[in-house]
Structure formats: structure tokens, C-alpha cells
């Protein structure tokens, strides 16, 4: 029924067993037709989506948890699955930006440090580290995270974004190294001494960018003998209290403030991946290669989502009076996809579109040529 269809998409993943390739759909298929990362929730739905009602959902649930210790021993699932996810992004960008979500639960702590681009002006994650623990990631994972990222992304040249707790001196040598630039939020104080040794105190600077209302106002500095840009900007809060942006970055200052200007929207990707719409904190596993594995699956869902609403959302979904639209571009693309998703095989014939992206990435691929 629905062979032919594999076939095709086996033609992108071509090491892949035939078994291994349709429980890994079948298990993005419902994930967005579910939207929870809890298997025990998923497994009531995979008779009605392989048209096997008669199967006992428990076996069911054996078949997911089957699929998930495949993670072990074939451990380039997960970037497969990766792989194929940021294929999808066939339109030129430029920025990235890194951020962190973290929950508790069974006395387990989950962090993910996360990567992401910024895609269409949507962010779409492309790697994470998972920390286990609460609290701000260290140089060394943020470290960890390009290195790793490095190797299967092609990232020279583009700008990272981060707010105030990604800072650090060989943090930045690294970006740099890499050819990335940046720019990054500070908080008061921070690089003080270094800014006002080459030039005005920090506190001139503030007067001057308080009289110069939503103006940038910058000054060159050097930090362990590398050279780089400290942009204040003074604003109102909502409050009518006069507050300051502060960035450190290796771009010009009105580069800078035009790229800060999209740091946020990491914040709605993690929402949708969590509670507004996958449930990422039904996520109840312990085991590296499970997380791997089932944070590489959502991320393709996601992207799917993404990539598919993009299609017809600027023609067909209006903005209302105050200027954003009437529903989220991913909620939207969600939408979409569950008309495909009552059965296998139509999720199947509607993913069969991508497979050209699959097989050959175009220009603006991040997809480094390796194995």
C-alpha cells in the first residue's frame, strides 16, 4: 500500500532498512498528529494512522520504544534525521541565535542549550547540547556546541545572537575562530575596566545615548588583545523608566542593532515545541541516544510544520490591526499537515514533496558535504 512510497523516500536515505525508515516516519507522523513526545500517549493513534486498528495498543507502544533503542545501535540516526530536517531550509539566511529551556521532572533535570537559524524570520533549531542541569551552560558547552555543530553545518559567515548570559572571553576567540560574528547582549558592568581603558567612561557613554533617545552610541574596545564594538542604545520601558541596551559585537554598530532586533524569536520556537504545541516536557527519557534521537524526530516535525506553512501563509493569513497575524505561522503549517495525517499513506505522498531537497541541497544549504 504503501511501499512504493518508502521506495521513494529511501532514495535519500539509502542505508537505511526499509523497517528502520518507516517506523521513523511513522513516528513524525504522530508526532504531528499528537503533538506530545510522550510514547505512551502516541501509541493509541498508531493503529488508526497504519489502518491496524485489531493490533493491541501495548504492542503498539513495544513497536515505539522498539524504534527508540534502534538510537543505540545505529548512532547516526539522529543526525540523519537532523540532516534531513535542515535540508528543508532551501532560502538564504543569515543569523543564529543560541538559547537554553530547561525543566525538572521525576527528579531529572533537562536543559537544552540550543542553536537555532533564523529561517524566514522563524527560528528553527539545527542542534542542541542537553546539560542536565538548571542554571547558566559554561564556555566549555557553548564550546561543545559550535565544535560538534561545525562538523555537520556550514555556519562561516553568518551572525549569532545571544542575550546576556553567553558571554566570555574564549567564547567569543571561538566564534570568531569560526568565522561568526555576533552580537550579544550585556548586562551593567560587565567589560567595564576594558571599554573605558581606550576610551569615555561607561557613564559618559549613557549620558550621551540618554540624550540621544533610541540612538546607537558605541565605543571600539579591546578584550584579551581582540577588537570589539561596545553599541548602548537608551529607551523607555513600558513603566516610562529610561533603561539601556547593551551589546558586545564584531559588526558595526547599526548592523548590530538591526540583527539584535530578532534575538527574541527563539522564544516562540520554544513555546511551540513545549507547551503550545509538541509538549517537548512530556519528554521522560534518561538515556543520551533516546534524547538524541526523539529531539532529532521533533525537530524534523517542526520543520515540517514550518516549511509547509511557509508556502501560501503570507497570501492567505491577514494581520490583524495590531500588526501580527491572526494565528502563528507554525500553528498554521500544523494545521496543514493534518489533513495529510489521517492515514500513512497520505502523511507519505505529501512528504514525497521534499524528497528533492533531500537528495540534492541547494546553495543556501547549511549541509556540509560529509558522511
Given at each position: 500500500m504503501y511501499h512504493h512510497l518508502l521506495d521513494k523516500i529511501k532514495q535519500a536515505k539509502p542505508d537505511w532498512k526499509e523497517s528502520l525508515l518507516k517506523n521513523t516516519l511513522l513516528f513524525v507522523c504522530l508526532l504531528l498528529e499528537e503533538k506530545t513526545m510522550n510514547l505512551w500517549k502516541l501509541k493509541g493513534s498508531v493503529g488508526k494512522v497504519l489502518g491496524n486498528t485489531k493490533t493491541d495498543c501495548r504492542s503498539h507502544y513495544q513497536r515505539l520504544k522498539r524504534w527508540l533503542r534502534a538510537g543505540e545501535k545505529d548512532k547516526g540516526l539522529w543526525v540523519g534525521l537532523l540532516k534531513a530536517s535542515v535540508s528543508l531550509l532551501t532560502k538564504k539566511s543569515?543569523?543564529?541565535?543560541?538559547?537554553?529551556?530547561?525543566?525538572?521532572?521525576?527528579?531529572?533535570?533537562?536543559?537544552?542549550?540550543?542553536?537555532?537559524?533564523?529561517?524566514?524570520?522563524?527560528?528553527?533549531?539545527?542542534?542542541?547540547?542537553?546539560?542536565?542541569?538548571?542554571?547558566?551552560?559554561?564556555?566549555?558547552h557553548r564550546k561543545l556546541l559550535l565544535r560538534v555543530a561545525l562538523k555537520l553545518f556550514d555556519l562561516q559567515g553568518k551572525v549569532l545572537l545571544g542575550d546576556r548570559e553567553y558571554i566570555g572571553e574564549q567564547w567569543f576567540k571561538a566564534l570568531k575562530k569560526a568565522s561568526i560574528d555576533f552580537v550579544i547582549r550585556l548586562r551593567a558592568g560587565n567589560y567595564q575596566q576594558e571599554i573605558e581603558q581606550r576610551g569615555k567612561p561607561v557613564s559618559k557613554l549613557e549620558q550621551k545615548a540618554k540624550a540621544r533617545m533610541g540612538r546607537v552610541v558605541w565605543q571600539s574596545f579591546l578584550l584579551e588583545n581582540e577588537p570589539y564594538h561596545f553599541v548602548l542604545m537608551a529607551y523607555r520601558s513600558r513603566a516610562g523608566k529610561v533603561e539601556f541596551l547593551r551589546l558586545i559585537t564584531t559588526l558595526t554598530p547599526q548592523k548590530a542593532m538591526k540583527y539584535y532586533s530578532c534575538r527574541y524569536r527563539i522564544e516562540p520556537m520554544f513555546r511551540h515545541l513545549k507547551s503550545n504545541g509538541f509538549d517537548l516536557e512530556s519528554l521522560h527519557v534518561k538515556k543520551a541516544y533516546k534524547l538524541q534521537l526523539l529531539m532529532a524526530a521533533l525537530v524534523l516535525a517542526y520543520t515540517l510544520a514550518i516549511v509547509y506553512g511557509l508556502q501560501k501563509f503570507k497570501q492567505t493569513v491577514k494581520p490583524q490591526k495590531h500588526g501580527s497575524p491572526q494565528i502563528s505561522l507554525f500553528r498554521w503549517g500544523l494545521d496543514l499537515w493534518q489533513n495529510h495525517l489521517p492515514n500513512f499513506v497520505l502523511f507519505l505522498n505529501q512528504l514525497a514533496h521534499f524528497i528533492k531537497y533531500w537528495l540534492k541541497p541547494n546553495k543556501y544549504s547549511l549541509i556540509l558535504n560529509v558522511p
Amino acid at each position: 500500500m504503501y511501499h512504493h512510497l518508502l521506495d521513494k523516500i529511501k532514495q535519500a536515505k539509502p542505508d537505511w532498512k526499509e523497517s528502520l525508515l518507516k517506523n521513523t516516519l511513522l513516528f513524525v507522523c504522530l508526532l504531528l498528529e499528537e503533538k506530545t513526545m510522550n510514547l505512551w500517549k502516541l501509541k493509541g493513534s498508531v493503529g488508526k494512522v497504519l489502518g491496524n486498528t485489531k493490533t493491541d495498543c501495548r504492542s503498539h507502544y513495544q513497536r515505539l520504544k522498539r524504534w527508540l533503542r534502534a538510537g543505540e545501535k545505529d548512532k547516526g540516526l539522529w543526525v540523519g534525521l537532523l540532516k534531513a530536517s535542515v535540508s528543508l531550509l532551501t532560502k538564504k539566511s543569515k543569523c543564529l541565535i543560541i538559547d537554553g529551556s530547561s525543566w525538572q521532572w521525576g527528579g531529572k533535570t533537562y536543559h537544552f542549550l540550543t542553536l537555532s537559524v533564523l529561517y524566514q524570520g522563524v527560528s528553527v533549531p539545527i542542534f542542541w547540547v542537553e546539560l542536565s542541569r538548571l542554571g547558566i551552560s559554561s564556555q566549555w558547552h557553548r564550546k561543545l556546541l559550535l565544535r560538534v555543530a561545525l562538523k555537520l553545518f556550514d555556519l562561516q559567515g553568518k551572525v549569532l545572537l545571544g542575550d546576556r548570559e553567553y558571554i566570555g572571553e574564549q567564547w567569543f576567540k571561538a566564534l570568531k575562530k569560526a568565522s561568526i560574528d555576533f552580537v550579544i547582549r550585556l548586562r551593567a558592568g560587565n567589560y567595564q575596566q576594558e571599554i573605558e581603558q581606550r576610551g569615555k567612561p561607561v557613564s559618559k557613554l549613557e549620558q550621551k545615548a540618554k540624550a540621544r533617545m533610541g540612538r546607537v552610541v558605541w565605543q571600539s574596545f579591546l578584550l584579551e588583545n581582540e577588537p570589539y564594538h561596545f553599541v548602548l542604545m537608551a529607551y523607555r520601558s513600558r513603566a516610562g523608566k529610561v533603561e539601556f541596551l547593551r551589546l558586545i559585537t564584531t559588526l558595526t554598530p547599526q548592523k548590530a542593532m538591526k540583527y539584535y532586533s530578532c534575538r527574541y524569536r527563539i522564544e516562540p520556537m520554544f513555546r511551540h515545541l513545549k507547551s503550545n504545541g509538541f509538549d517537548l516536557e512530556s519528554l521522560h527519557v534518561k538515556k543520551a541516544y533516546k534524547l538524541q534521537l526523539l529531539m532529532a524526530a521533533l525537530v524534523l516535525a517542526y520543520t515540517l510544520a514550518i516549511v509547509y506553512g511557509l508556502q501560501k501563509f503570507k497570501q492567505t493569513v491577514k494581520p490583524q490591526k495590531h500588526g501580527s497575524p491572526q494565528i502563528s505561522l507554525f500553528r498554521w503549517g500544523l494545521d496543514l499537515w493534518q489533513n495529510h495525517l489521517p492515514n500513512f499513506v497520505l502523511f507519505l505522498n505529501q512528504l514525497a514533496h521534499f524528497i528533492k531537497y533531500w537528495l540534492k541541497p541547494n546553495k543556501y544549504s547549511l549541509i556540509l558535504n560529509v558522511p
